[in-house]
């Protein structure tokens, strides 16, 4: 079946640094990808997606390309902020189904 | 922008108790589905709806659970004879469509305490 693997948390970081969080997937079909951020107290919001392999998804200074070669989906920043500071969620889905397959999440600390 | 809401945002209730938790998806939106996130584990999916019926549901979703959209705005999630198990946060999410480019937009959460 599908899944979602993402490299454990937390990650604590300086302002300014340069972020990646790995995230890789398996897949029978040709699934959508997703990052989900979770910002303390708050509920789940979509951050960005790439519905096709060589996607490039971004958003507020986040970046992930879909790699189908590889099966990953990196979420990368330039340049972090402390506001930055939530858990950020791996998903995908796909049209065998209707439901987000979810990564275990991984916790952002920046710290200014 | 619109977007789903849910309330309560925090429900405690007795173990035994039968609890429904309320969310109003964005309005033009078909497909609706529920998801729970116990306290440092996975997201995980219950059941999705469309057009007043379940189209898919987890092993999680077994009787204790059930769904339904009572008017044109509202879709519940019921749980009867709760368990301190069920103590989670649950998540209410709704899409335009079931394609799975199209993404699914999500509520702020209650969170279930059950005693």
């Known amino acids: 079946g599908n899944s979602v693997t993402q490299m454990e948390g937390p990650v604590t970081l300086s302002e300014e640094a340069f972020l990646t969080i790995n995230c890789t997937y398996t897949a029978t079909g040709y699934p959508s990808l997703f990052w989900y951020v979770q910002y303390p107290g708050e509920g789940l919001q979509l951050l960005l997606k790439a519905t096709k392999a060589d996607d490039k998804g971004s958003n507020k200074g986040f970046e992930a390309t879909y790699r189908k070669e590889t099966t990953s989906f990196h979420l990368e920043k330039g340049s972090v902020q402390v506001s930055d500071s939530a858990v950020y969620f791996c998903a995908l889905s796909d049209d065998s189904n209707y439901q987000l397959i979810w990564g275990a999440g991984t916790k952002l600390i920046i710290k200014p | 922008e619109p977007e789903v809401t849910q309330t309560p945002s925090h429900q405690v209730t007795q173990m035994g108790q039968e609890v429904i938790l309320r969310c109003v998806p964005i309005s033009n939106h078909l497909y609706f589905y529920w998801y729970r996130q116990i306290l440092g584990q996975k997201v995980e999916f219950l059941v999705s709806?469309?057009?007043?019926?379940?189209?898919?549901k987890s092993e999680i979703f077994d009787d204790q659970f059930s769904v339904e959209r009572p008017d044109g705005s509202n879709f519940t999630l019921k749980i009867r004879s709760t368990k301190l198990e069920d103590s989670a946060m649950y998540f209410c999410?709704?899409?335009?469509?079931?394609?799975?480019?199209?993404?699914?937009?999500f509520g702020d959460g209650t969170r279930l305490s059950i005693l």
């Open positions: 709806f469309y057009n007043n019926e379940i189209s898919e």
């Open positions: 999410a709704s899409s335009p469509t079931e394609y799975s480019n199209q993404p699914q937009h």
